[in-house]
């Protein structure tokens, strides 16, 4: 009887995270890989692995664990193929908010593209973690998923983040003024609050 409800509560645990997790890896894998199918056979080789894995050893940490095995095929699939890793935005990107304004839905659309292009244009390592960030991880968990140190992860957010600040598009958006206002002086959070959606 026991082993049975554990078995049920593991496959609860499995549902619930496959739920909470499956955009954000598609969307991730996508941009690794650059095909839509091949992205979803890396997430579902990454659920494959969640099955198998220990639910108590993972589980205060299973959004960097998810992140870091579907890192890892993606970039098997990429040396395998031959690919470059691309992190281009796709039309499946784009969730708008349930009930939102149709005004300000097109902004935040319109203003992700735009972060995605300016992504592309980056270092492939400043890519993956200006990606990784933009999905909600914080340093320490970007430095477990990538297999770097915090302060390698943290050097090339701040790299990738001047870069992206130095775009006028950027500068409107944060209203600097570029003879008053270094590009120190903005905190990440700050450039993410206003690509975010709802």
């Not at 579902?44 to 198998?52: G, K, P, S, V």
């Not at 870091?68 to 098997?76: I, Q, T």
């Not at 592309?120 to 970007?142: C, H, K, M």
């Not at 570029?178 to 002086?185: G, I």
Request: net charge negative; glycine share 6%; with cysteine.
């Amino acid at each position: 009887m026991s082993a049975n409800h554990d078995g049920v509560r593991e496959a609860n645990w499995v549902l619930a995270t496959v739920a909470a997790f499956e955009g954000r890896l598609t969307r991730f894998a996508i941009r690794l890989v650059g095909d839509e199918h091949l992205a979803r056979d890396v997430v579902q080789h990454t659920f494959l692995r969640l099955c198998d894995a220990e639910h108590a050893v993972i589980e205060d940490r299973v959004g960097p664990w998810l992140f870091r095995v579907c890192r890892n095929r993606a970039l098997d699939v990429i040396r395998k193929d031959g690919r470059t890793a691309s992190l281009t935005v796709h039309a499946s990107d784009q969730v708008p908010a349930r009930e939102a304004d149709p005004a300000v839905v097109a902004e935040q659309e319109d203003l992700a593209r735009c972060v995605y292009q300016l992504l592309d244009g980056l270092a492939t390592s400043q890519r993956e973690v200006l990606e990784l960030w933009l999905n909600g991880f914080g340093y320490p968990e970007i430095a477990r998923i990538t297999g770097r140190s915090e302060g390698h992860v943290r050097v090339i957010a701040h790299r990738g983040l001047t870069r992206l600040r130095e775009h006028p598009r950027v500068r409107r958006l944060l209203e600097l003024q570029p003879s008053t206002t270094p590009a120190s002086a903005v905190e990440p959070d700050e450039i993410t609050a206003r690509y975010s959606s709802p």
